[in-house]
């Protein structure tokens, strides 16, 4: 069924991430070339359908040279005054604001709305949608979690600047005979972590997935030491935790620590020299890979045709390397961790990679 689709949002919501400008960019060619449809961009996700919030059309002129920009020309925020309650529902303090969006879309006269977000953003989008303002979803996330899409764009850029620094650690921890702790993020997720440190060649990747002892890790460096490598590479997913402990928090609702709390631990126990580089935003800044800037432009493209065929309440996926759509219920069911009986562990585990949970 095709419907007819006058004017379209497109936001993008939550932490920033290499490629949505790519979807942007895509969202806004297809649109106008292929359904003479206007594209509306909305400042700083939900929070520009508030009132006060800006929005602007905007045109070809506007997205040229974008798919090499990192971050996003529209602004997001991974803050925003639509608490959800444990069941996806708005509370009673957040349902007005939900209301404010769906009333601001009706006076922009939108047919509906592209959401380019995560988990958080995309159970905003569920309850939008089933308010009455229609949404398509576009997943994104450094952290590659969401279980209904295979990769996620972002991710690839994300492990890329990952393998960059681990390589220059690599070469310090070997001049300088030392533990050096590279810490990733990742959120509850270790894709980032393995990807990375099975590219780099680290000698341990610790996963949220896999909790952790210290004794293995300490037989790790001492049989190291033995053969003659005085050094080794450890990478640190930001939720891993040794086994029985809680993740380690900077902040309330946010990890970061854990990278310190192991380079620490590694010294007092084995007494060579630690070292710890958190790698933070860096991981999330500038520009894409090739691969991101194909994966979000294919998504941003299949976004818009959804929304003209009707398809809303639902979010484009890649399957089987073919973009699909899934209901935006089946999105946010179900947070994608690294399989424990999967290739990835499994390859790591064959070729000597420390995951911390070895027998004694
Ligand atoms: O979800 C993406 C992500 O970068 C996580 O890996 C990390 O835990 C979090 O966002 C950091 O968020 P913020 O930008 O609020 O510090």
């Keep these: 069924m095709l419907t007819e689709m006058r ?89 007005p604001n939900f209301q404010a969006v769906v009333h601001q879309g009706r006076i922009l006269r939108l047919d509906g709305l ?19 303002l229609k949404v398509v979803g576009v997943p994104k996330t450094i952290d590659n979690d969401l279980a209904m899409t295979e990769r996620t764009f972002g991710f690839d850029t994300a492990v890329s600047v990952a393998v960059e620094a681990l390589d220059r650690l690599h070469t310090v921890a070997v001049a300088h005979h030392r533990i050096m702790v590279c810490e990733v993020m990742g959120r509850e997720a270790g894709w980032i972590a393995l990807n990375s440190g099975l590219a780099s060649g680290a000698d341990a990747i610790l996963i949220p997935e896999i909790p952790f002892r210290w004794e293995p890790l300490v037989r790790m460096v001492a049989e190291r030491r033995a053969r003659g490598r005085t050094y080794s590479l450890i990478v640190v997913a930001e939720g891993a935790h040794p086994l029985g402990a809680s993740p380690v928090y900077q902040q309330v609702g946010r990890l970061g620590g854990i990278g310190s709390v192991v380079s620490d631990e590694l010294y007092r126990r084995t007494g060579v020299e630690t070292r710890v580089t958190v790698l933070g935003h860096v991981q999330r800044g500038g520009t894409p890979t090739a691969s991101d ?22 979010m484009v996926a890649l399957r089987a390397d073919e973009v699909v759509d899934v209901s935006l219920d089946e999105a946010v069911a179900a947070c994608k961790l690294v399989p424990l009986d999967g290739q990835m562990v499994r390859l790591g585990r064959s070729t000597g990679v420390y995951f911390g949970d070895e027998p004694d």
């Design 114 to 132: 592209i959401v380019v977000g995560g988990d958080g953003s995309l159970r905003i989008a569920r309850v939008v949608d089933r308010l009455g």
């Design 293 to 314: 800037r194909i994966l979000a432009s294919r998504l941003g493209e299949s976004a818009v045709h959804l929304a003209a065929r009707g398809g809303y309440g639902r």
């Design 7 to 95: 004017r379209i949002g497109v936001l993008t919501s939550g932490g920033d991430c290499p490629g949505l400008n790519a979807v942007i960019r895509a969202v806004v060619r297809t649109a106008y070339e292929l359904y003479r449809a206007e594209v509306i961009g909305i400042y700083d996700g939900f929070t520009g359908l508030q009132p006060g919030g800006s929005t602007r059309t905007l045109t070809g002129d506007d997205v040229r040279g974008l798919l090499v920009a990192g971050g996003t020309i529209l602004g997001t925020t991974n803050r925003g005054p639509f608490d959800l309650t444990p069941d996806g529902e708005p509370t009673p303090e957040s349902l």
